[in-house]
């Protein structure tokens, strides 16, 4: 019932090569297959991720591309994808998922921090980065999630000196970690719970993002305030 089925990606491997209203009205059944199958897939793996951590949101993106200010007018995304956000105002960050034929992929951290979240990330940073470089550096770690990734700033973010010892983590706009995985291991009958251990290997990094998004530099609770 977790399986990603070979009808899913037939489907999305039609899709790519009629992205129009037509062929997708003459194949809404079809669509509805696999859109079931992906459910179920969800379903699996929202109960395996709330094993090891409180899930507060968990939904399905829509099919259907947002085109008004897109050169791309192609109706219809490629793939199916969703994300899980973590419960609670103590724990930060979240888990994306992508289903697509040859471009699967997971994604997970902090893709769009609001000011004063990025503000407290690079002052957490600027004070202390080895924290987070030990976690970085962790050979495990290293291995599952490769490098931090995300939109950079070209010199310095605005307050700090261009000629930090930490300029290379604080230049980050975006903390993200990515994974992705071959179309052999998506249909495969264990999948969901091959990305679920890849997310319980993602969790050092965001109980760090957690403490400091939580916590002033002195260590005091900044939920208490609110």
Not at 6 to 15: G, I, Q, V
Not at 103 to 127: E, Q, S, W
Not at 144 to 172: C, S, Y
Not at 192 to 208: E, M, Q, S, T, V
């Amino acid at each position: 019932m977790s399986v990603i089925k070979k009808s899913t990606f037939n489907f999305l491997h039609k899709l790519a090569r009629n992205n129009n209203k037509d062929w997708f009205a003459e194949n809404k059944s079809v669509y509805q297959e696999a859109l079931d199958n992906i459910k179920l897939f969800k379903a699996a793996l929202e109960e395996e991720v709330n094993k090891h951590d409180l899930i507060d949101k968990a939904k399905i993106f829509r099919i259907y591309r947002d085109v008004r200010f897109s050169k791309d007018k192609t109706p219809y995304k490629q793939s199916f994808s969703g994300s899980f956000s973590r419960g609670s105002s103590a724990l930060r960050g979240g888990y994306y998922w992508q289903i697509q034929p040859g471009n699967t992929m997971a994604a997970v951290g902090f893709f769009n921090p609001n000011p004063a979240d990025l503000k407290l990330i690079r002052t957490h940073i600027a004070a202390e980065d080895k924290p987070l470089r030990k976690i970085l550096k962790n050979k495990n770690f290293a291995k599952m999630w490769g490098e931090m990734e995300g939109n950079q700033v070209k010199t310095a973010p605005k307050g700090f000196n261009k000629d930090h010892h930490a300029i290379d983590l604080l230049r980050f706009k975006q903390y993200l970690f990515t994974i992705r995985f071959d179309d052999e291991e998506v249909l495969s009958p264990d999948f969901y719970k091959k990305l679920n251990h890849a997310f319980i290997g993602i969790r050092p990094y965001f109980d760090y993002m957690s403490e400091i998004l939580t916590h002033d530099l002195n260590g005091v609770s900044l939920l208490a305030e609110k």
